[in-house]
């Protein structure tokens, strides 16, 4: 049986160009355009404009990943369409004239279907990874265009089991896109059988479920970068946490964890550093930062590092913090695990099915536990810590695309 065509939307990793490093979920949809790109099968690339639909081809792609790569700090100026189409966003404007040099083709999106044909093997299948360009007419002009199957990730559904943790425009949106998913996906992916529990019981609300696959994520290999910036003398030991400000990452815990640890300090204090930028809705977060009090010189903001830095000092910190409310699969623990960094976080489904007993687990409701649990660490692990604390053998990306590509089928 001939393998089929992929088409893979990237209309997300567009919308990133130029913004810094890539978030979790931009990880995933730039994980699948290099698998994709390796593999044999033909492959083409999607991506929605304010002036209609790109169609890139494998050449295209290789260019994504280029400006990927890149960091978007080649893009072009934007050309005449994007300075028409595109309002307020000058690096959108460049993205987009980016991507329309390096299309096979583009059209309106009333004419995708025929584009489609003209360029596509009857019986593609479309994924999309990114949770973006989700909309009933884009799934109905794929399907006319000629698409067999249709294979949508979820990667979480935080914004509607946990609205508090998100900003409040955005659950609306977020239901909207599961409707078009329950209404045209005929393969749900899942990264855990944790997320895919909650995923599914917000899709059955929608009516019959489609069908689905259990795929963990993978892992990028990254290099660690032993130059990465330091605010703090070599000697002093110290922690990380990784993520967005937001309040779902609860970095609120963490500045009450250093109060505390301050407050019975005898003797040198192990510094925080806050690798991540500032987000939303973290007002009291943001203003704790701001004015640090008794933590000046302990806690430290450090946003815009590449992902060699974050390897980097995680690897030569005493551990990751990951205090989190919920996570959707949760990377970045993973990723200190791969590293044979200490990880401490609390009791999630989540972390015992892709952790299993590799964290030192602490609930956020104990200051004093996890306070415990940092003097352990900056002394040295104990044995018990230390048999757990040894390198797990990551996930991999071609396993998780394998399992999704023979689910497709």
């Known amino acids: ?29 730039a ?6 790109c390796k593999d044999g099968a033909p492959v083409f690339g999607l991506a929605r404009t304010h002036a209609g639909c790109l169609l890139l081809d494998r050449r295209g792609l ?28 000058a690096t959108r404007a460049r993205a987009e004239t980016a991507l329309r040099r390096l299309s096979l083709a583009r059209a309106p999106v009333l004419w995708l279907p025929r584009l489609l044909r003209r360029h596509l093997p009857a019986g593609f299948v479309l994924l999309n990874t990114g949770h ?38 955005i659950p609306p949106v977020f239901a909207r896109k599961l409707a078009v998913i329950a209404a045209h996906a005929d393969l749900v992916i899942h990264t855990a059988a944790a997320t895919r529990a909650r995923n599914e019981a917000q899709l059955s609300r929608l009516g019959p479920l489609p069908a689905g696959v259990t795929a963990p994520l993978g892992l990028n290999p990254v290099l660690p970068d032993r130059a990465a ?38 003797g040198e204090v192990p510094a925080l550093l806050i690798l991540g930028a500032r987000g939303w809705s ?17 806690v430290f903001e450090l946003p815009g590092l590449t ?27 993973l990723e200190a695990a791969a590293l044979g960094v200490p990880v401490v976080l609390p009791h999630l489904p989540i972390y015992h099915e892709t952790l299993g007993d590799y964290p030192i687990y602490r609930e956020t409701t104990d ?17 018990e810590v230390a048999q757990r604390a040894q390198a797990i053998a990551p996930p991999d990306w071609e396993m998780h695309c394998k399992t999704v590509l023979r689910a497709i089928g």
């Open 229 to 266: 910036p330091r605010p703090i003398p070599p000697s002093r030991p110290y922690f990380v946490t990784i993520g967005t400000i937001e309040p779902r990452k609860n970095h609120g815990f963490l500045l009450d964890l250093w109060d505390r640890i301050l407050a019975g300090a005898q």
């Open 307 to 333: 992902d060699g830095q974050v390897a980097g000092l995680l690897a030569g910190s005493k551990g990751l913090l990951f205090p989190s409310h919920v996570e959707g699969f949760g990377l970045p623990p």
């Open 31 to 36: 994980a699948w355009l290099d698998y994709l």
């Open 62 to 89: 290789a260019g994504l990943q280029r400006l990927i790569a890149g960091a978007g700090s080649d893009l072009p100026p934007a050309d005449l369409l994007s300075r028409l189409t595109v309002r307020g966003d």
């Open 132 to 169: 973006a360009n989700l909309s009933h007419r884009m799934m109905r002009a794929a399907r006319r265009g000629g698409a067999a199957r249709i294979a949508v990730l979820i990667h979480d559904t935080i914004p509607l089991d946990h609205p508090e943790f998100t900003r409040p425009d």
């Open 1 to 29: 049986m001939p393998v089929r065509a992929r088409l893979l939307d990237v209309t997300r990793l567009m919308s990133r160009l130029g913004r810094g490093p890539l978030t979790g979920v931009d990880r995933v949809e």
């Open 367 to 383: 200051v004093y536990a996890w306070a415990e649990a940092i003097g352990m660490l900056t002394q040295g692990i104990p044995g």
């Open 282 to 298: 973290n007002a009291p977060v943001f203003r704790r930062l701001d004015d640090p009090g008794a933590r000046r010189g302990h």
